[in-house]
């Protein structure tokens, strides 16, 4: 891609706000985006993230309801896609799951583990709280859901995140359904994916000298 077709994509990418209820996402493009996410930077590796992908009418209808940020979104959208994030115990050094991305999914020698195992039990150090804690990790979550987004646009696929929620409900709902375990995760937002049922309108945003300082 040369640079105008990168700026093209960031000038497709706009928070959709209804979706053609009739244009579906193909299976092939949907697992292009959620390898956006899956492939996203996080903090140390850690990968604190879980994709729950909601195509069952249903259960979207029952979380268009305590989702007063994307009502109509969740409802015409092709997917909508709930993003969870591991729960401070969960990402700690001695945690069950650590120990499975260093051992399992990295495949580190035993050298290497154990460098990685001490520098984790000082990350472990840096915060005072399960809540920092938490709050650490759920800002990897943002990192995947950009990239998701930005993959999604790469194909000419809009989306809309969804901040506006009643995670309380989002959660018991999940919960019920049996897709989420709140002792590892938790609900830190939604995101739809689809097809615009309108034109954008062009975006407005402040300069780029107003958002940004060049040092030399």
């Known amino acids: 891609m040369d640079r105008n077709e990168v700026l ?42 879980h994709f729950i992908v909601v195509e069952k009418k249903s259960l979207r209808d029952q979380l268009s309801k305590v989702c007063f940020g994307g009502t109509k979104q969740i409802q015409t959208c092709s997917d909508f896609i709930v993003l969870l994030t591991r729960t401070a115990d969960e990402i700690k050094s001695d945690s069950n799951y650590i120990e499975y991305l260093l051992k399992d999914v990295q495949n580190l020698t035993d050298e290497h583990y154990n460098m990685m195992k001490g520098f984790l039990k000082n990350v472990d150090t840096m915060f005072d709280s399960d809540r920092a804690f938490q709050n650490y990790a759920t800002e990897q979550t943002y990192i995947a859901l950009s990239s998701m987004m930005l993959t999604a646009a790469m194909l000419e696929i809009d989306s809309c995140p969804i901040g506006g929620i009643d995670k309380k409900a989002v959660t018991k709902i999940l919960v019920e359904e049996g897709l989420l375990d709140t002792k590892k995760f938790q609900v830190t937002l939604g995101c739809a994916f689809g097809y615009r049922a309108k034109p954008a309108t062009p975006k407005k945003r402040q300069p780029l000298s107003e958002v940004s300082t060049i040092v030399k």
């Open 8 to 49: 093209n994509v960031l000038n497709f990418r706009h928070a959709c706000k209804e979706f053609d209820a009739e244009k579906k996402i193909s299976n092939e493009n949907l697992e292009v985006i959620l390898e956006g996410g899956r492939l996203a930077p996080s903090s140390v590796g850690i990968e604190p993230w």
